[in-house]
């Protein structure tokens, strides 16, 4: 964000719309849900850089019990994992799809 001249802030997403509307900050960088969720039609306007999605699946497992099974055992874990990280990424690429061109049914101004 630094690089595109903008000076980055973190702060709890329930605080934003506040922030935006009392003129704190100028904008947020957050998913279309988040963007659906926390500002909706109070931003003053929406960018959309296609293909960027930042996603963070974590799975946790014992390291003893993930060791403690036998080979086939492991793969059908790792690739379950795998497989539903893949599926959650696909789903959230439609919802974000959709979200974005709701906005733009409304009139939202987008970039």
């Given at each position: 964000?630094?690089?595109?001249?903008?000076?980055?802030?973190?702060?709890?997403?329930?605080?934003?719309?506040?922030?935006?509307?009392?003129?704190?900050?100028?904008?947020?960088?957050?998913?279309?849900?988040?963007?659906?969720?926390?500002?909706?039609?109070?931003?003053?306007?929406?960018?959309?850089?296609?293909?960027?999605?930042?996603?963070t699946y974590t799975y946790v497992a014992k390291k003893s019990w993930l060791d403690s099974l036998?080979?086939?055992?492991?793969?059908?874990?790792?690739?379950?994992?795998?497989?539903?990280?893949?599926?959650?990424?696909?789903?959230?690429?439609?919802?974000?799809?959709?979200?974005?061109?709701?906005?733009?049914?409304?009139?939202?101004?987008?970039?």
């Open positions: 964000m630094e690089s595109l001249g903008a000076q980055p802030v973190a702060m709890p997403i329930g605080q934003i719309k506040a922030a935006i509307a009392e003129g704190k900050v100028e904008g947020m960088c957050t998913s279309p849900g988040g963007w659906t969720s926390q500002v909706g039609m109070s931003a003053p306007i929406g960018s959309q850089v296609p293909g960027l999605m930042m996603l036998t080979t086939e055992q492991r793969k059908i874990i790792m690739d379950a994992v795998r497989n539903a990280s893949m599926l959650q990424w696909h789903a959230m690429y439609n919802d974000d799809k959709e979200v974005i061109e709701a906005f733009v049914k409304q009139e939202a101004p987008m970039k």
